[in-house]
C-alpha cells in the first residue's frame, strides 16, 4: 500500500509498520492531521489528500490523525521523525504547543509544511513553507461581506454582531478572528461587536453559544462565524427562539451554508475547497522535496460568495 494510515502513536509500532511496507516510492511524506472526524471539512481533505498521494506514484503517505490533541500530534511527528520520513506536513491542533515537535524535525534535516492553519510566528524558522489559505483575509473580506449587507439595509450606523470564533489557540480561529476585527472598524466604523465567544468548530456547541447571546442581547443585527459549520449552529438557535432578520455570515462555506443560503436565511461566507486544500499541501511537500522555489507562504484564493453570487458557485462536498 502506498498510504499508511498508523492509529497507534508508539514508535514501536510505527517502526514495525514502516518496516513491513514496501518502499519503492520515491518520497516518503508523512501527515499528521488535527481532528479528522470534527466536521466535514477535515473529513473531506483526509480523503483528497489519501487519493492525491495514491495518484502519485512518486509517494508513499504515512497517514495520521491527532484527533484534537496536541499531545499526541507531538507523538506523532517524533514519530516521524524516528522513521526518517523525506517530509512531514502538519496540520497543527495548537499553533504554539507544537514548535518544539517542529523544530526537532529540522534539526533531524526533514522539511516541515505546515497545511490549512499555521503556526505561531516564533516557530517561522522551522518550516518550510505553509500551503493553506490567508486566514486573515477570508476574516477581512466576511467583515466586508457584514458590511456591505448593513449598508444595503441601511443600518451600517446603527448595527449591533456578535461573533463566534473557533477553538482557542488555534491559529486559523486566531486569524479569522483577527481579520474581521480590524477590517470591520476600516468598512463600518460605527457597527458594534458585542461579545466574541468560541464554538470550537461545533455546530451543536455554537448553538448553545448563540441561545445565551439571544437570552443576553435584545438586539443582534449580525453573526459572524469562523466558519458555517457554526454559523448554521448559531442560525438553527436563532430560529428556534423566532429572531428573524439577523445577518449571518461564516468564514467558510460548508454544504449546510450553502443550503442556508439558497432558502435565503444565511447572507454570505468565504469559498473554499478542502479538496484544493489538500492537493496543494501534497505539491507544496513534493516541490520542496524536489529543490523547486516554494513561497514560505503558499495561499491559494478564497473569493467571497453570497446569495447574491453563489450561482457561479457549486454546492461544497463537505
Known amino acids: 500500500m502506498k498510504i499508511r494510515t498508523i492509529l497507534a502513536v508508539s514508535t514501536a509500532v510505527a517502526g514495525l509498520t514502516l518496516a513491513n511496507a514496501a518502499l519503492a516510492a520515491e518520497y516518503t511524506i508523512?501527515?499528521?492531521?488535527?481532528?479528522?472526524?470534527?466536521?466535514?471539512y477535515q473529513t473531506?481533505?483526509?480523503?483528497?489528500?489519501?487519493?492525491?498521494?495514491?495518484?502519485?506514484?512518486?509517494?508513499?503517505?504515512?497517514v495520521l490523525d491527532a484527533g484534537g490533541d496536541v499531545a499526541r500530534q507531538i507523538a506523532q511527528i517524533e514519530d516521524l521523525i524516528q522513521q526518517e520520513v523525506d517530509a512531514i506536513i502538519i496540520w497543527p491542533t495548537n499553533g504554539e504547543a507544537v514548535i518544539p515537535a517542529v523544530r526537532k524535525a529540522k534539526k533531524?534535516?526533514?522539511?516541515?509544511?505546515?497545511?490549512?492553519?499555521?503556526?505561531?510566528?516564533?516557530?517561522?524558522?522551522?518550516?518550510?513553507?505553509?500551503?493553506?489559505?490567508?486566514?486573515?483575509?477570508?476574516?477581512?473580506?466576511?467583515?466586508?461581506?457584514?458590511?456591505?449587507?448593513?449598508?444595503?439595509?441601511?443600518?451600517e450606523t446603527s448595527a449591533k454582531v456578535v461573533q463566534i470564533s473557533g477553538q482557542p489557540g488555534y491559529t486559523t480561529a486566531i486569524e479569522r478572528q483577527k481579520g474581521f476585527d480590524d477590517r470591520l472598524p476600516e468598512v463600518c466604523p460605527d457597527v458594534e461587536v458585542l461579545e466574541t465567544q468560541p464554538g470550537d468548530w461545533n455546530r451543536e456547541k455554537s448553538q448553545k453559544v448563540m441561545e445565551a447571546f439571544l437570552v443576553k442581547y435584545d438586539k443582534?443585527?449580525?453573526?459572524?462565524?469562523?466558519?458555517?459549520?457554526m454559523g448554521v449552529g448559531a442560525l438553527n438557535a436563532a430560529k428556534a427562539a423566532g429572531r428573524d432578520g439577523i445577518i449571518f455570515v461564516g468564514a467558510t462555506n460548508f454544504a449546510v451554508g450553502y443550503e442556508a443560503m439558497e432558502k435565503g436565511e444565511y447572507w454570505g461566507s468565504i469559498?473554499?475547497?478542502?479538496?484544493?486544500?489538500?492537493?496543494?499541501?501534497?505539491?507544496?511537500?513534493?516541490?520542496?522535496?524536489?529543490?523547486?522555489?516554494?513561497?514560505?507562504?503558499?495561499?491559494?484564493?478564497?473569493?467571497?460568495?453570497?446569495?447574491?453570487n453563489m450561482s457561479d458557485y457549486t454546492k461544497p462536498v463537505f
Open 44 to 62: 473531506t481533505y483526509d480523503k483528497a489528500f489519501k487519493e492525491a498521494a495514491e495518484a502519485n506514484p512518486d509517494v508513499e503517505a504515512v
Open 30 to 40: 508523512g501527515i499528521t492531521q488535527n481532528n479528522v472526524g470534527v466536521d466535514s
Open 271 to 308: 469559498y473554499q475547497s478542502p479538496v484544493d486544500d489538500a492537493k496543494a499541501a501534497l505539491k507544496t511537500a513534493v516541490d520542496v522535496l524536489e529543490g523547486k522555489d516554494v513561497p514560505f507562504l503558499n495561499y491559494f484564493d478564497t473569493p467571497k460568495i453570497t446569495q447574491d
Open 220 to 229: 443582534i443585527d449580525g453573526v459572524y462565524a469562523g466558519d458555517d459549520n
Open 108 to 155: 533531524a534535516g526533514i522539511p516541515v509544511i505546515v497545511t490549512n492553519s499555521n503556526i505561531a510566528e516564533a516557530g517561522f524558522d522551522f518550516v518550510k513553507s505553509f500551503s493553506g489559505p490567508d486566514n486573515i483575509t477570508q476574516g477581512a473580506r466576511s467583515a466586508e461581506i457584514m458590511c456591505d449587507k448593513f449598508k444595503d439595509m441601511g443600518i
